[in-house]
């Protein structure tokens, strides 16, 4: 079974810096895709990075990064340059890549940045 | 614009009785989900579907109930065996594996 375990409820950053979220998985399985999306208080669920297990590189989108380690089963996302718009939750997510395809998500990490 | 779409936005309802949510897509994709999240929680997922007239239990489909006879639409039943229905529902499709999920706008259930 699929599992996501993101373990920082809650995070403070203060603008203009960097900030990493911490998000580790749990999986059999050798194929899989991991994806961060960010969720502000509107209730909206907003997709910013993929990264597929077979990926060498880590990926990059703007100011957002997935620091992926395969070994340690680590996903982190790293937002570079904080901004008072980066305020929200933010949720690490794993899909099966065969069969149904199943998507688990992590309980989520507030993020809060401070002007 | 291609999006999803879920209706209403609030939805209030007596104890006891069955209520429907609306999920339509227009982004011709073939898998499909419902996520629910309760206040300062991440997303459980409900059930999913990866093909017309086939879906699959999530981890708490216990209360709910599904079908998919269109590609477009996957609308989700709460019915009154479900113990605590008050909640934010999210549906969502994806177009394939290495592909994101897009999300509808959600429901708020409020059931009194």
């Known amino acids: 079974a699929q599992k996501i375990t993101q373990t920082q409820p809650g995070m403070f950053v203060q603008e203009k810096e960097a900030v990493t979220l911490d998000c580790t998985y749990d999986t059999s399985d050798q194929s899989y895709g991991l994806f961060w999306y960010k969720q502000p208080s509107s209730g909206e669920m907003i997709f910013l990075i993929y990264?597929?297990?077979?990926?060498?590189q880590n990926a990059t989108e703007g100011r957002y990064s997935l620091n992926f380690q395969k070994a340690r089963k680590s996903a982190n996302l790293v937002i570079s340059a904080s901004q008072l718009g980066d305020s929200a939750m933010y949720f690490c997510a794993m899909r099966e890549a065969w069969g149904y395809q199943k998507v688990t998500f992590g309980t989520g990490t507030k993020l809060q940045v401070i002007p | 614009d291609g999006g999803i779409t879920q209706s209403p936005k609030y939805l209030f309802r007596k104890e006891g009785q069955n209520v429907t949510l609306s999920c339509e897509q227009n982004l011709n994709h073939d898998a499909m989900y419902w996520y629910r999240q309760d206040p300062g929680q991440g997303l459980r997922l409900i059930y999913y579907s990866q093909i017309v007239n086939d879906f699959q239990k999530g981890d708490i489909a216990e209360g709910y109930s599904v079908s998919r006879e269109k590609k477009e639409s996957f609308p989700l039943t709460v019915t009154s065996a479900q113990k605590n229905p008050t909640a934010f529902y999210l549906c969502a499709s994806t177009a394939g594996s290495q592909n994101e999920q897009y999300f509808g706008p959600g429901t708020r259930l409020t059931v009194t």
């Open positions: 990264q597929g297990s077979y990926d060498e």
